[in-house]
């Protein structure tokens, strides 16, 4: 199961921390990535990183200003947001799989709201 936790409200420009905790899988051997859906709106991908760490992807949207990491010996990933502006303001998921270039995720956080006041 993955539980993602963090979200809230924020002022245009301000900052905000994601996390999302895994149990009952083997953390470190999960691609972990982070996906927002706003409202009307398709799902999107944010960002992704391999199982150590070593790799990260990010959408255009969100380069230079959102960082991924983990932490394996907490299972844990994070997502710090910066410099946020309405347009993020979404329900943001995690998701984990074994490969990283599968298209398929094997489990899915429930989404923690992000909301960004201008």
């Known amino acids: 199961q993955l539980q993602a936790s963090g979200g809230g409200l924020v002022q245009a420009g301000g900052s905000l921390r994601l996390s999302c905790t895994a149990s009952g899988l083997t953390f470190g051997s999960y691609v972990m990535s982070w996906f927002r859906q706003a409202p009307g709106k398709e799902r999107e991908f944010v960002t992704t990183i391999g199982w150590n760490g070593a790799y990260e992807n990010y959408a255009d949207s969100v380069k230079g200003r959102f960082t991924i990491s983990r932490d394996n010996a907490k299972n844990t990933v994070y997502l710090q947001m910066n410099s946020l502006n309405s347009e993020d303001t979404a329900v943001y998921f995690c998701?984990?799989?074994?490969?990283?270039?599968?298209?398929?995720?094997?489990?899915w956080g429930q989404g923690t709201q992000v909301t960004v006041s201008s």
């Open positions: 998701a984990a799989k074994r490969n990283l270039g599968s298209r398929t995720y094997d489990y």
